[in-house]
C-alpha cells in the first residue's frame, strides 16, 4: 500500500502504519520522528529522510530507506532489520538489543553506545563507509562492522573508539594503525576463524547492497575485544 507522509506528523503516519496489513511504501517523508517505532510483523520502504529514532523499539518488522536518516535509529531496538542505502546520523543501534542495522554509507558519532546482548539476541549493525568518533561507547555486547568500502579520505574510525567498552566485538576493515584504542580493549589482526564468523554478519549485507563478499574479505581486519581483566566489566557485567 501507498502512504504519502507530506501532510502527516509522526503520530498520525504511525496510525496509519499500524492499520496497514502487508508491505507498505511510504513517500514523501520528511523528518518525521519514530516511524515504525515499537512495530513488528511489518515490510516499510521509505522515500525521503525519515527523522530522528527511526523503528526506535523495533520488534520485528523490516525498514529499508532509500536515503540518508537521521540520528538514533535503531534506538533500543528489540528485534527486525532496518536497510539505509544512504548515511545515518548519530547514536545509531543506541541500546540495541537485537535485529540488524544495515547501512551502505556512513555513520556519524556514538553508534552502537550501549548496544548489548542477550541470550540468544545478538545485535548486528554493519556500517559500509566510515563511522564517527565514540564508535561502540560502552559497549556491552553484540557486534559492530565497519568496512569502509565506499571512496573517502577520512580513517576508517573517529577519535575514542571503544570507550568504556565492556563487552561484544568490533570488526574494522583496515589494519587500525592510525587509530588508537583505549587501554581496556584488545585490537588485532582478524585470523581466519575471524573471518568465518565475519561471513555470516556479511553475506545478507552483500546480497543487500550488491558487493562481492570475497572482495569485502580480501582486505584486512582488526578485532577489537574488551579486556576481560579491566574494571568495567565489572561496573557493567553482572557475574
Not at 584504542?181 to 585470523?191: E, G, I, Y
Request: charged share 20%; hydrophobic share 35%.
Amino acid at each position: 500500500m501507498l502512504l504519502n507522509a507530506k501532510e502527516l506528523d509522526y503520530k498520525v503516519l504511525n496510525d496509519n502504519l499500524r492499520k496497514i496489513q502487508g508491505h507498505c511504501y511510504i513517500t514523501g517523508c520528511c523528518g518525521q520522528r519514530f516511524i515504525a517505532a515499537g512495530m513488528s510483523n511489518k515490510d516499510i520502504t521509505i522515500d525521503g529522510i525519515p527523522g530522528n529514532a527511526l523503528g526506535a523499539y523495533l520488534n520485528g518488522a523490516t525498514i529499508t530507506v532509500n536515503a540518508n536518516a537521521q540520528d538514533a535509529v535503531g534506538d533500543t531496538m528489540n528485534e527486525g532489520k532496518i536497510i539505509v542505502h544512504g548515511n545515518i546520523g548519530d547514536a545509531a543501534g543506541y541500546a540495541m538489543r537485537g535485529g540488524k542495522i544495515f547501512v551502505k554509507g556512513n555513520a556519524g558519532y556514538r553508534a552502537g553506545i550501549h548496544m548489548k546482548a542477550y541470550k540468544e539476541k545478538v545485535p548486528v549493525m554493519v556500517i559500509g563507509g566510515t563511522a564517527g568518533s565514540f564508535l561502540g561507547e560502552y559497549q556491552a555486547g553484540g557486534v559492530i562492522v565497519v568496512l569502509g568500502l565506499e571512496p573517502q579520505s577520512k580513517k576508517i574510525v573517529g577519535f575514542f573508539p571503544c570507550t568504556g567498552m565492556h563487552g561484544g566485538k568490533m570488526f574494522l576493515r583496515s589494519e587500525c594503525k592510525d587509530v588508537k584504542f583505549p587501554s581496556q580493549v584488545t585490537a588485532r589482526p582478524a585470523d581466519e576463524s575471524d573471518i568465518e564468523e565475519l561471513k555470516q554478519y556479511l553475506s545478507e549485507y552483500c546480497d543487500v547492497f550488491g558487493y562481492n563478499i570475497n572482495e569485502v574479505l580480501s582486505a584486512p581486519f582488526t578485532v577489537i575485544t574488551p579486556d576481560s581483566k579491566n574494571p568495567y566489566k565489572q561496573m557493567y557485567v553482572a557475574n
